[in-house]
């Protein structure tokens, strides 16, 4: 079964989060890009909150019933993180320049992650992000321990140095970065900003996915009693029919050695489909390797030149409409035609020795398209 972690994102007045609300889910491990949206002060609640609720619980770790204790709950409750998705954005937007700028190759993977994100958050008048990280904590039992594996993960996104993505080395990947992506839905009017501008988006397969409801909570926890109760029943019934305890024992295992076999025959088939519809990243895997020259990407926009006088110019974030590689190799750069006028008509972005032009695109695209989520006059407030 795993340990799984989930990022949901549900309106403010949401009671209970539901699996449908799920964007992205991980298995076993940890996804370096959900921390993007957490903020230090955040997180210093969160980790004030976790040690006061473990202190509570400390007295009762050797109670047998433990996990039945209100205690428990609360400490259950504390390990989930709940973001506002006015202080989300906020803190994307203060990271992701800085982080992207460092680190130009993780881009593609930021880009097609905050695609997802941005088709739930887009749906509800006034999102909340959740991160519900309690099975997680069942690797270490101890709170120090974990709270010391998501430091290792916000780093990169608040102080980003070259050390900070060596751990993914050569087995980057989309899934182990952001966690298996949950589209919720992409309206209409909206396909042409969330995509990348070279990317023709089959509307039918959205559609598709809209529609399709993962089972919740409550019903994988049934399947689990189920599983439990017939693998019960099947080794009581191979020993009282052959009194072999060996026998028992691999008829209580064979309902979940079948579940194994079925996994492992269908996920290569899920992968091939999943990687069908995606554009970005690269099927071949690449190191996140630390960019330690100049970069066009900064904190309030993309530094290009005035062609006509040779004269640097920002680019303010929230103006950009979208970027592409021209044929000739150059960056180009759509304006919002309202704002056109701000800048000079002939500009050009240039890149340092060593900073591929696909890298730089993705980065301004992800980045221009968080500021525009909010831009487009949404109130988050």
């Not at 992205?24 to 921390?35: D, Q």
């Not at 194994?260 to 290569?268: A, G, H, M």
């Not at 100049?294 to 970027?323: C, K, R, Y």
């Not at 398209?369 to 949404?378: I, K, S």
């Amino acid at each position: 079964m795993g340990n799984r972690t989930f990022l949901s994102v549900t309106n403010r007045d949401t009671v209970v989060v539901e699996y449908e609300h799920v964007a992205f889910e991980t298995n076993n491990f940890l996804a370096p890009l959900w921390f993007c949206l957490v903020s230090q002060e955040q997180y210093e609640r969160y980790r004030e909150q976790l040690l006061a609720s473990w202190s509570l619980v400390q007295p009762h770790l050797e109670d047998e019933e433990l996990e039945d204790l209100p205690e428990w709950s609360a400490f259950s409750e504390a390990l989930d993180l709940h973001i506002p998705w006015v202080e989300a954005s906020m803190q994307m937007r203060e990271s992701l320049p800085v982080t992207l700028a460092r680190y130009p190759a993780l881009s593609p993977y930021m880009s097609e992650w905050l695609r997802t994100l941005s088709s739930h958050v887009q749906v509800h008048p006034s999102p909340v992000v959740h991160l519900e990280l309690s099975q997680y904590f069942s690797f270490s039992g101890d709170p120090i321990a974990y709270l010391a594996n998501i430091e290792e993960f916000l780093g990169g996104w608040w102080q980003p140095d070259e050390s900070s993505f060596d751990y993914l080395d050569h087995i980057t990947n989309s899934y182990l970065l952001g966690g298996e992506h949950q589209l919720y839905r992409v309206r209409a009017d909206s396909l042409e900003q969330l995509t990348e501008p070279d990317i023709k988006v089959d509307t039918s397969k959205v559609a598709a996915t809209a529609v399709k409801k993962p089972i919740s909570k409550r019903l994988e926890n049934l399947y689990t009693w189920l599983l439990a109760l017939l693998s019960a029943a099947l080794g009581l019934g191979a020993y009282l029919w052959s009194s072999s305890s060996w026998l028992a024992v691999f008829a209580f295992l064979l309902p979940s050695l079948c579940i194994i076999v079925w996994e492992l025959r269908r996920r290569p088939e899920k992968a091939a489909k999943g990687n069908n519809d995606r554009t970005f990243p690269s099927p071949t895997p690449r190191a996140i390797a630390y960019y330690n020259r100049i970069s066009p990407i900064t904190l309030q926009g993309v530094q290009a030149v005035d062609l006509n006088n040779n004269h640097s110019v920002t680019v303010l974030w929230p103006h950009i409409m979208f970027a592409q590689v021209s044929p000739s190799g150059h960056i180009e750069i759509k304006l919002d035609a309202e704002l056109e006028s701000l800048y000079p008509p002939r500009l050009s972005i240039v890149l340092e020795h060593g900073l591929e032009a696909d890298y730089a695109v993705s980065a301004i695209h992800s980045i221009s398209q968080l500021w525009r989520l909010d831009w487009n006059g949404n109130d988050y407030s």
